[in-house]
């Protein structure tokens, strides 16, 4: 096989950009297609977190030297570029996170202390992410309210009819995941958006996903809220990104209190900070927040619709393949689908096929990638999940293909 089937992508210049893909593992290349549990890092990204350590390292807003200075425009710019990046109407909308994990807590923990009350409901789906479940169990159980789950078909498809169904009176948050890690399934959220507030309801959507594969505006989608993590987008880990409506981020209470988050302390009454800074108590991630503006630049430099093309072919190109080998079904046939290929093969374990994969040199994923209630509606403990990024390749693709044959014929 050959690049060419996504000519306008240069993969071999993008690859050299990624230092970690010259390594090998267990004595072959390392072919890492674990690219939705987290993304590697291109140079740049990785010289941006040593060059504010080894340059300007100082704390940030507060200082009045220059180094401070320096490295208060470094994290402001990171605000701005997240603001275009994802159609925000303006950077104080953009409050940074540890991740997608932090950014759903910190709605329950806020929003939904002061606007979920006995009896009301909020609507998640059969295939969220844990950290799309446990969040908002917890607050139904502290508020007596009531969680609804939209069910999966059989190809991993929500159903909108029934969704629609679920919408009451009472629905005061419908929080749902744009994709899903372990499908690949695009859900229709702005369809979703618009039945929900029709409804009267806030919708929060869940990009973990969706904001490395697919073009994002806020505005245009008009959810409410919008969490992603910036290493899932060839960023660092430790950062990432909560987006909330205006009125909203300023009618919520305070999530944590500390330094930064507030105006005047006075042991009477505390007066808090504007937006975004409300909601950023004590010292942020300096670095990782600065080196998330250089991977959202690499990204756009080499465009989104390239890389998206390049791997809706790939995933088409391992769905041929995997199909044909006896025994292998895939987990996740819905009609829009990106990134992943997840699969299941008669009587062995998915995690015995990664064990015997890794010994090639290939990672990916396996198990419930924490999304236990979706692996239970399909009746299996796991899958072995291969999951796509812009630097991967079709050889890559057949060498995993290989590897399951392999695997298959040791295991059976
Ligand atoms: N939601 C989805 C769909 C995910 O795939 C993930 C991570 O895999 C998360 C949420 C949690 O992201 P993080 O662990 O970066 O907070």
């Given at each position: 096989m050959n690049n060419t089937v996504s000519p306008a992508l240069d993969v071999n210049t993008i690859r050299d950009a990624f230092p970690i893909l010259q390594r090998q593992v267990n004595g072959h290349p390392l072919v890492y297609l674990d690219n939705a549990a987290t993304a590697q890092k291109p140079l740049s990204v990785i010289d941006a977190i040593s060059d504010y350590y080894k340059g300007y390292n100082a704390n940030i807003h507060r200082g009045i030297h220059r180094m401070a200075e320096e490295a208060t425009t470094a994290f402001e710019a990171t605000r701005k570029t997240i603001a275009r990046f994802i159609g925000a109407a303006s950077s104080d909308e953009i409050i940074f996170t540890r991740g997608t994990t932090e950014g759903i807590n910190l709605v329950a923990?806020?929003?939904g202390k002061?606007?979920?009350n006995k009896g009301d409901e909020i609507i998640i789906s059969e295939m969220e992410?844990?950290?799309?479940?446990?969040?908002?169990?917890?607050?139904?159980?502290?508020?007596?309210?009531?969680l609804k789950i939209i069910p999966v078909d059989d190809n991993g498809e929500l159903s909108f009819e029934i969704f629609k169904k679920l919408l009451t009176p009472h629905t005061k948050l419908v929080s749902i995941v744009q994709?899903?890690?372990?499908?690949?399934t695009v859900n229709p959220v702005r369809e979703i958006i618009e039945e929900a507030h029709?409804?009267?309801?806030?919708v929060l959507i869940d990009g973990a996903q969706s904001s490395v594969?697919?073009?994002?505006?806020?505005?245009?989608?008009d959810c409410d809220f919008f969490a992603f993590s910036g290493h899932k987008i060839y960023g660092p880990t430790g950062v990432g990104v909560l987006y909330g409506k205006k009125d909203l981020l300023e009618a919520m209470p305070v999530f944590q209190g500390g330094g930064e988050m507030i105006n005047e302390v006075t042991f009477k009454q505390t007066t808090y900070n504007e937006l975004p800074y409300k909601y950023e108590a004590g010292t942020p991630n300096i670095a990782d927040t600065i080196a998330l503006k250089t991977a959202i630049d690499f990204v756009e430099s080499i465009g989104k619709d390239l890389i998206r093309e390049h791997e809706v072919e790939l995933v088409k190109y391992a769905t041929r393949q995997l199909e044909d080998i006896s025994g292998l079904r895939i987990i996740g046939k819905a009609?829009?689908?990106?990134?992943?290929?997840?699969f299941v093969i008669d009587n062995i374990h998915p995690s015995d096929i990664g064990t015997l994969l890794d010994n090639m040199g290939i990672a990916v994923r396996t198990g419930h990638h924490c999304t236990q209630p979706l692996m239970k509606r399909f009746d299996i403990?796991?899958?072995?999940?291969?999951?796509?990024?812009?630097?991967?390749?079709?050889?890559?693709?057949d060498a995993l293909v290989a590897g399951v044959h392999k695997a298959v014929k040791i295991l059976l």
């Amino acid at each position: 096989m050959n690049n060419t089937v996504s000519p306008a992508l240069d993969v071999n210049t993008i690859r050299d950009a990624f230092p970690i893909l010259q390594r090998q593992v267990n004595g072959h290349p390392l072919v890492y297609l674990d690219n939705a549990a987290t993304a590697q890092k291109p140079l740049s990204v990785i010289d941006a977190i040593s060059d504010y350590y080894k340059g300007y390292n100082a704390n940030i807003h507060r200082g009045i030297h220059r180094m401070a200075e320096e490295a208060t425009t470094a994290f402001e710019a990171t605000r701005k570029t997240i603001a275009r990046f994802i159609g925000a109407a303006s950077s104080d909308e953009i409050i940074f996170t540890r991740g997608t994990t932090e950014g759903i807590n910190l709605v329950a923990y806020t929003w939904g202390k002061q606007n979920i009350n006995k009896g009301d409901e909020i609507i998640i789906s059969e295939m969220e992410h844990h950290s799309n479940i446990v969040p908002w169990q917890v607050l139904c159980q502290e508020k007596n309210a009531v969680l609804k789950i939209i069910p999966v078909d059989d190809n991993g498809e929500l159903s909108f009819e029934i969704f629609k169904k679920l919408l009451t009176p009472h629905t005061k948050l419908v929080s749902i995941v744009q994709v899903s890690n372990s499908l690949g399934t695009v859900n229709p959220v702005r369809e979703i958006i618009e039945e929900a507030h029709k409804a009267g309801a806030r919708v929060l959507i869940d990009g973990a996903q969706s904001s490395v594969h697919l073009d994002i505006n806020v505005q245009d989608l008009d959810c409410d809220f919008f969490a992603f993590s910036g290493h899932k987008i060839y960023g660092p880990t430790g950062v990432g990104v909560l987006y909330g409506k205006k009125d909203l981020l300023e009618a919520m209470p305070v999530f944590q209190g500390g330094g930064e988050m507030i105006n005047e302390v006075t042991f009477k009454q505390t007066t808090y900070n504007e937006l975004p800074y409300k909601y950023e108590a004590g010292t942020p991630n300096i670095a990782d927040t600065i080196a998330l503006k250089t991977a959202i630049d690499f990204v756009e430099s080499i465009g989104k619709d390239l890389i998206r093309e390049h791997e809706v072919e790939l995933v088409k190109y391992a769905t041929r393949q995997l199909e044909d080998i006896s025994g292998l079904r895939i987990i996740g046939k819905a009609n829009n689908k990106v990134s992943l290929v997840s699969f299941v093969i008669d009587n062995i374990h998915p995690s015995d096929i990664g064990t015997l994969l890794d010994n090639m040199g290939i990672a990916v994923r396996t198990g419930h990638h924490c999304t236990q209630p979706l692996m239970k509606r399909f009746d299996i403990p796991g899958t072995v999940r291969a999951s796509f990024a812009m630097y991967n390749t079709f050889e890559e693709v057949d060498a995993l293909v290989a590897g399951v044959h392999k695997a298959v014929k040791i295991l059976l």
